[in-house]
C-alpha cells in the first residue's frame, strides 16, 4: 500500500480561506443583484408613469378641441337656422 499522502498546512488554511471568503460573498452578491433588479424595475414605472401622463395629456388636448369644435359647430348650426328662419319669412311676406 501507498503512504498515507501528507498535506501541506498551509495549503489546507490556503483552501479553507477561499471558501470562507465565497461563502462569506453570497449574501453579499444577493443583495447587490436584488438592488440592482430592483433598480430597474422601479426606473421602468417611472418611465411608464411619465408616458402615460404624456399620452393623457395628448388625449386630454385632443377632447378639448373635439369640444371646441362641437361649440362652433353648434353655433354655426343655430345661425343658420335663424338665417333660414328670417329669409322663409322674408319670402312669404
Same mark, same amino acid.
Given at each position: 500500500m501507498a503512504k498515507d499522502p501528507t498535506v501541506n498546512k498551509q495549503i489546507t488554511d490556503s483552501i479553507t480561506q477561499v471558501n470562507t471568503k465565497? #461563502? =462569506?460573498?453570497?449574501? &453579499?452578491? =444577493?443583495?447587490g443583484n #436584488?438592488? *440592482? &433588479?430592483?433598480? *430597474? *424595475? #422601479?426606473s421602468n414605472a417611472g418611465h411608464n408613469a411619465s408616458n402615460? +401622463? +404624456? +399620452? *393623457?395629456a395628448i388625449t386630454v388636448q385632443a377632447a378639448t378641441i373635439q369640444g371646441v369644435n362641437a361649440l362652433g359647430a353648434v353655433g354655426s348650426a343655430v345661425l343658420g337656422r335663424a338665417a333660414s328662419a328670417i329669409t322663409d319669412k322674408d319670402d312669404g311676406q
Open positions: 465565497v #461563502l =462569506a460573498d453570497n449574501p &453579499s452578491m =444577493a443583495m #436584488l438592488f *440592482a &433588479s430592483m433598480g *430597474a *424595475a #422601479l402615460a +401622463q +404624456q +399620452q *393623457a
